[in-house]
């Protein structure tokens, strides 16, 4: 518990590559860390796929028809206690999550996931805490996830875990896994919560239950049946999902609504999350920028280059590299490349084919640093991705490369940005049925028609009226 475990990635110096598959975990950053670098000889231009790789695919129906017979023998078992929690709380009468008639002393929120979505769940810890200003409020998250929320005012509480151990096997049998499970399960009945809100997924939902708490919200699809005394309808039943594509609802909206219904109120301003950062690390920021050669007069734009989960979600590196020319040698800002050690290959790509100079911190920074960059940037151009969603809650402004994600599930909420789509017809296409982004007709032509000269163009409006405020 509150461990880091080794990233499997292995990255072979050429500037071909793929993706094939390793087991399953979060990374340094909170990602999906499902693959690893490796050469290969059919890609395109871009650095996209020309050819799937078939016996990867027989591997895929493999471990899929597998997970899918284990899942549905756990969801049966979970099912069975789900009845006996049921059965427990029959005939027993909960007063409504309301302020007046529900004053909780300490509220758990559980949210096990990326970068990303844990920033978009701080609304909801912002929304309970104004609800019930009196309320420690503790958060369970990845412990690579967690750093981001370091220094938010909201949280009494930081507790760590990561059930992804529990994928292989093996992990049954290595005692370190049952005595990091139990201490979790100690610290969090020590804690004697009165409300567990759980986010997302099923683990999620059976750790709200382990907290003990006699209440529990959370989407009654999303986890087993019986696990939550306050269940939301929605979502996909069968894929721990608590939001469904044909809702058109954004991820934001379905965590505040987990909010509301334990009893807060919410207003507009309620959608866009906030990152805090203390003045210690601003300053270390700014001193890792002007030791990298930061020139205080210039605008200073981010550019994340990398997103995981998925090759299609990457704009191609050509166009990478040229947009990063246009803005330092046409448009007189200062570059700043952001991203993790496991981000390194795609930048180095980039970099090899850029004429310009840029600031590269690429792995040279934490999370609560590259908030405190992100604030200092004046603009951050990305495509879907973690950093994405920290760029709006510090407030920056926002340019989104959009292809195979629906922005309008997931986008970023902030008013000062905006997301660039191509429009083509099978755009988008990622369904988050546990899959990755990947182009099935290995074009990736949706990322391949926003072209660099259209996010320059973009870039120098919203540089421009920065620049008046």
Request: proline content about 8%; overall charge positive.
């Given at each position: 518990m509150g461990t880091h475990r080794k990233e499997s990635w292995r990255f072979l110096p050429s500037h071909k590559w793929r993706w094939?598959?390793?087991p399953r975990f979060y990374g340094s950053q909170g990602k999906c860390m499902s693959y690893r670098e490796e050469q290969l000889s059919n890609v395109d231009d871009y650095g996209y796929p020309l050819a799937p790789d078939v016996s990867w695919q027989r591997r895929k129906r493999i471990i899929h028809t597998s997970r899918s017979i284990v899942g549905k023998i756990i969801y049966l078992l979970m099912s069975i206690i789900g009845g006996f929690l049921w059965l427990g709380r029959?005939?027993?009468?909960?007063?409504?999550?309301?302020?007046?008639?529900?004053?909780?002393?300490?509220?758990?929120?559980?949210?096990?996931?990326?970068?990303?979505?844990?920033?978009?769940?701080?609304?909801?810890?912002?929304?309970?805490?104004?609800?019930?200003?009196?309320?420690?409020i503790d958060l369970l998250a990845l412990p690579a996830s967690a750093r981001v929320a370091s220094y938010d005012p909201n949280l009494s509480e930081i507790i760590t875990y990561d059930p992804n151990i529990w994928r292989r096997p093996k992990a049954l049998l290595q005692p370190k896994n049952w005595r990091e499970a139990i201490s979790l399960w100690r610290r969090l009945r020590a804690r004697h919560y009165d409300l567990a809100v759980s986010v997302y997924a099923n683990w999620a939902a059976v750790l709200a239950v382990l907290s003990g708490a006699p209440r529990r919200v959370g989407y009654g699809r999303e986890g087993y049946p019986g696990f939550m005394t306050d269940s939301l309808p929605g979502g996909i039943p069968g894929r721990w999902r608590h939001w469904a594509p044909l809702d058109n609802k954004h991820e934001v909206d379905y965590c505040l609504a987990l909010a509301q219904a334990a009893g807060a109120t919410l207003t507009a301003e309620d959608r866009i999350p906030r990152?805090?950062?203390?003045?210690?690390?601003?300053?270390?920021?700014?001193q890792l920028l002007l030791q990298h050669g930061l020139q205080p007069h210039k605008p200073l734009i981010a550019c994340h280059i990398n997103s995981n989960n998925g090759q299609s979600k990457r704009w191609p590196i050509p166009h990478w590299?040229?947009?990063?020319?246009?803005?330092?040698?046409?448009?007189?800002?200062?570059?700043?490349?952001?991203?993790a050690p496991v981000d390194m290959p795609q930048i180095e790509q980039v970099t090899r084919r850029m004429h310009e100079q840029a600031i590269n911190l690429a792995g040279k920074t934490s999370l609560t640093q590259?908030?405190?960059?992100?604030q200092r940037a004046d603009l951050l151009i990305s495509g879907?991705?973690?950093?994405?969603?920290?760029?709006?809650?510090?407030?920056?402004p926002i340019i989104g490369i959009y292809g195979p994600t629906n922005p309008s599930?997931?986008?970023?909420?902030?008013?000062?940005?905006?997301?660039?789509?191509?429009?083509?017809?099978?755009?988008?296409?990622?369904?988050?049925k546990d899959t990755t982004a990947d182009c099935r007709y290995f074009t990736t032509q949706c990322m391949k028609n926003i072209l660099p000269l259209q996010v320059f163009q973009i870039a120098q409006t919203k540089l421009k009226s920065n620049v008046n405020i």
């Open positions: 094939v598959p390793t029959r005939g027993k009468r909960y007063p409504p999550l309301t302020p007046a008639t529900f004053h909780p002393r300490r509220i758990l929120v559980i949210r096990l996931d990326l970068i990303g979505d844990l920033v978009l769940s701080l609304t909801v810890v912002r929304a309970l805490k104004r609800t019930y200003p009196e309320a420690e990152l805090y950062v203390d003045e210690k690390t601003r300053q270390e920021t700014e590299a040229t947009l990063i020319d246009h803005l330092i040698r046409q448009g007189g800002a200062q570059v700043v490349l952001t991203g590259l908030a405190a960059l992100l879907d991705s973690g950093p994405l969603h920290m760029g709006v809650a510090c407030g920056t599930l997931g986008g970023p909420v902030s008013p000062d940005a905006t997301v660039l789509r191509s429009g083509i017809w099978c755009s988008p296409c990622y369904n988050a």
